[in-house]
């Protein structure tokens, strides 16, 4: 399979994350949203995209990370019990925020002048993104991976959120409100993984 995206995207490193956690053998193509390859496996042009085996296009990335989940492999990402599964896609959905705001804020900070939407806008996204960590923080508590006793979808999810924090806002200084988050997040930098991202 091929994965196609940008290391600058959040989701993108989140896919290839649960790609090299799982073993699977891909390919990895840095490639913008407009690419002929991303347009002709996604209808709505955006990375990541998956390319199956057999040709077919797959998006966004938590369709992605099902999917490679299911392909076979451990670690078991998702787990099969009803409480297990909506755990992790909270966890899921709790990274993808604080992802999707640290996007809003890098946006807004990159347009033009006048048409940046100003401290109030970047404040909203900066609390959503401060409320996110606490959560995580707290859901963390005193347990060895964020999910059970095991990796899984929800150390992707904090995994690839707190990347993003870092690049995209360093001077935010979340470690020293957060400090069990920031042990784990360290446990987690030294597995083969993340260490791959570069
Ligand atoms: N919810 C999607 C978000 C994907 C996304 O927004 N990707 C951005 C790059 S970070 C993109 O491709 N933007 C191009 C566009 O929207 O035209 C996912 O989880 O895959």
Redesign the pocket.
């Known amino acids: 399979m091929k994965l196609l995206?940008?290391s600058?995207?959040?989701?993108?490193q989140?896919?290839r994350i649960a790609l090299l956690e799982k073993g699977h053998a891909f390919t990895y193509e840095e490639v913008?949203?407009?690419h002929e390859e991303?347009l002709a496996g996604n209808p709505?042009?955006?990375?990541?995209t998956l390319i199956r085996e057999d040709g077919k296009g797959l998006?966004?990335?938590?369709?992605?990370v099902d999917y490679v989940d299911g392909y076979g492999g451990k670690p078991t990402l998702i787990p099969g019990d009803f409480e297990g599964r909506i755990e992790m896609r909270r966890w899921e959905a709790l990274g993808?925020g604080i992802?999707?705001s640290l996007?809003a804020i890098a946006h807004d900070k990159r347009g033009a002048p006048e048409q940046q939407r100003g401290a109030e806008y970047i404040a909203r996204f900066q609390r959503k993104v401060e409320a996110g960590l606490a959560a995580m923080e707290a859901d963390l508590g005193d347990k060895p991976f964020c999910f059970g006793a095991a990796f899984t979808l929800a150390d992707v999810a904090c995994a690839s959120a707190l990347i993003y924090l870092d690049r995209s806002m360093p001077e935010m200084n979340w470690r020293e409100k957060h400090p069990v988050l920031a042990k784990h997040f360290a446990k987690l930098q030294e597995r083969p993984s993340l260490k791959a991202l570069g």
């Not at 600058?8 to 993108?12: A, G, I, L, Q």
């Not at 709505?44 to 990541?48: A, N, R």
């Not at 998006?59 to 992605?64: A, G, K, L, W």
């Open positions: 995206g940008s600058r995207s959040p989701y993108v989140k896919c913008a949203p407009t991303v709505l042009g955006k990375i990541p998006y966004d990335s938590s369709v992605i993808d992802m999707d996007v």
